[in-house]
């Protein structure tokens, strides 16, 4: 499967920004998503996932409460609103697809997110 992150850019603190991936293939509907983000010196980490059916989704302690990861398998999209935005936010965005929550089998480009103070 290939992915492609799109939506990213720069937004003052408290605003919002929705990022979508845009899966290929025909098996999109089978497999579970998520969002993990790196910022500048640090390791990736793990932001939202949602299985395969939408039906359960997960968040990193961080964003919970603050983003929301969604999906319409009829557009082979997966989304992630993100809403109150902090200056630690700011990171480049990967989708991520099959695997299990933290260790996910596919990555797409990453889109840059930057959060100003």
């Known amino acids: 499967v290939q992915l492609q992150a799109s939506g990213g850019g720069l937004v003052q603190a408290g605003g919002s920004l929705r990022l979508s991936c845009a899966a290929s293939?025909?098996?999109?509907?089978?497999?579970?998503m998520g969002w993990f983000r790196q910022a500048p010196g640090k390791e990736r980490e793990f932001v939202a996932f949602?299985?395969?059916?939408?039906?359960?989704?997960y968040y990193a302690d961080s964003v919970k409460s603050r983003f929301t990861i969604s999906r319409n398998n009829t557009k082979n999209t997966v989304y992630l609103q993100m809403n109150s935005l902090k200056p630690e936010d700011t990171a480049v965005y990967y989708c991520?697809?099959?695997?299990?929550?933290?260790?996910?089998?596919?990555w797409g480009k990453g889109t840059q997110v930057t959060v100003s103070s």
């Open positions: 949602i299985v395969w059916s939408g039906s359960s989704t």
């Open positions: 991520t697809a099959s695997g299990n929550v933290y260790d996910p089998d596919y």
């Open positions: 293939g025909r098996t999109f509907r089978n497999y579970d």
